[in-house]
């Protein structure tokens, strides 16, 4: 269980590992697939669909108020230093009541308790993605080159954080 931030609406968050059977999480990760593709062309669109989320080397976390699906994000292993922030969403109505900031908070945590030591991720260049730009930034995220297997692209921006100095 993750307590909420002080001062927020909602008073408690818990975060689980989520196997992806339950009907409201595949509602949203579904709507986020949709968004994804209805705000960037396919080829600048890099949202995993619900067979991707299944990977072995992905794990999702979701968000619950109560009974309430709160949001949902996953880490998606690159190698064993270096991980990769997925799916990042936050719900219909629990939008800017720190639901983003505790997930990512959570992956961190995640991310440095499995040992990797550095932290990344893929989001759109658009006005759409501002507020997710934002929250990686005011977490501690720097701007990066394309990791991986992303190329250049003007749609999209790239972030990292280091886990462990190296």
Not at 23 to 51: F, G, K, N, V, Y
Not at 83 to 94: H, L
Not at 138 to 165: I, K, M, N
Request: charged share 20%.
């Amino acid at each position: 269980m993750t307590d909420y931030l002080p001062g927020s609406t909602v008073e408690q968050l818990r975060i689980d590992v989520d196997d992806l059977t339950g009907a409201r999480i595949i509602a949203l990760l579904t709507q986020h697939h949709a968004d994804m593709a209805a705000t960037s062309p396919a080829e600048s669109m890099h949202a995993l669909d619900l067979t991707a989320l299944r990977d072995p080397a992905v794990t999702v976390w979701s968000a619950w108020l109560g009974a309430d699906l709160a949001g949902c994000a996953a880490l998606k292993e690159l190698d064993t230093r270096h991980a990769e922030i997925k799916s990042m969403r936050t719900a219909d109505g629990f939008t800017g009541r720190g639901v983003a900031a505790a997930l990512l908070g959570h992956l961190v945590t995640a991310a440095r308790d499995r040992g990797y030591r550095r932290l990344s991720l893929e989001t759109g260049a658009e006005d759409y993605f501002a507020p997710a730009r934002r929250l990686y930034l005011r977490h501690g995220f720097t701007e990066c080159p394309p990791f991986g297997a992303y190329v250049p692209d003007p749609l999209s921006q790239f972030f990292t954080l280091a886990l462990d100095p190296e």
